[in-house]
């Protein structure tokens, strides 16, 4: 039976790794992740020298299962992903589960998540935060999915590509005029950037710049909680 450590990572300055973490880390006979290349970045940085091993979205079955067949001969593995808490819109997820299936002992390492981080700096969102990842990058399915989303009428954050985050804003504006948005961009990284307001005031912002950069959180409150 071996263990398995769900080890969050920084989503951006690498100081945000946990001690935990760090020494979960350097005493893991193997840390399996979505990129190696980004993983070693950040075990070079705290000195950590461990076998690396992939796993992600594209990984097929017959990969899951000689990863298994590895971790069953070990006695302690970390999961991370590339940025943040594995298994938070992460394939990591179906790693977890198999491990567990398999009998294996999974153990959360917690830390940092684009998440948290941007529902601790919206300020009041109701009770409720409905946690939704990524949205579609057709448009139909996005503005089908926000139509969903705002008559739940509860508060709720996804991801957004930067290269789509002026889209959503359109859709969202169509969908919920008077919606309430925070957006969180770069966060924790040097050109960090909270955004937040009525969706057509954010979107005018957004628009008056020639490009936006960095990965993106967007919270939408629930209607009638400012």
């Known amino acids: 039976m071996s263990e398995l450590y769900v080890?969050?990572?920084?989503?951006?300055?690498?100081?945000?790794?946990?001690?935990?973490?760090?020494?979960?880390?350097?005493?893991?006979?193997?840390?399996?992740?979505?990129?190696?290349?980004?993983?070693?970045?950040?075990?070079?940085?705290?000195?950590?020298?461990?076998?690396?091993?992939?796993?992600?979205?594209?990984?097929?079955?017959?990969?899951?299962?000689?990863?298994?067949?590895?971790?069953?001969?070990?006695?302690?593995?970390?999961?991370?992903?590339?940025?943040?808490?594995?298994?938070?819109?992460?394939?990591?997820?179906?790693?977890?589960?198999?491990c567990r299936d398999?009998?294996?002992?999974?153990?959360?390492?917690?830390?940092?998540?684009?998440?948290?981080?941007?529902?601790?700096?919206?300020?009041?969102?109701?009770?409720?935060?409905?946690?939704?990842?990524?949205?579609?990058?057709?448009?139909?399915?996005?503005k089908k999915r926000l139509t969903e989303l705002v008559e739940r009428g509860e508060s709720f954050v996804v991801y957004e590509s930067p290269h789509r985050l002026v889209k959503m804003m359109d859709d969202l504006a169509d969908v919920f005029p008077e919606a309430n948005v925070v957006i969180g961009r770069e966060m924790t990284k040097a050109f960090e950037e909270i955004v937040a307001g009525n969706v057509r005031d954010v979107r005018a912002i957004l628009t008056a710049r020639p490009q936006i950069k960095g990965e993106c959180a967007v919270l939408v409150r629930a209607a009638g909680i400012h």
């Open 7 to 98: 080890v969050a990572t920084p989503i951006g300055n690498l100081d945000d790794m946990t001690l935990r973490g760090i020494q979960t880390l350097r005493d893991s006979d193997l840390v399996v992740c979505e990129d190696t290349r980004h993983t070693r970045k950040l075990l070079s940085h705290y000195d950590i020298h461990v076998q690396t091993a992939a796993f992600h979205a594209h990984s097929s079955p017959q990969a899951l299962d000689s990863l298994l067949d590895r971790i069953a001969a070990l006695e302690r593995v970390s999961l991370v992903t590339d940025a943040g808490t594995p298994g938070v819109s992460d394939p990591g997820a179906g790693l977890v589960q198999a």
């Open 102 to 142: 398999a009998g294996h002992i999974v153990i959360p390492i917690p830390g940092v998540s684009a998440l948290t981080t941007l529902v601790s700096v919206a300020g009041p969102v109701g009770r409720t935060v409905v946690f939704d990842g990524f949205l579609s990058p057709k448009s139909g399915k996005r």
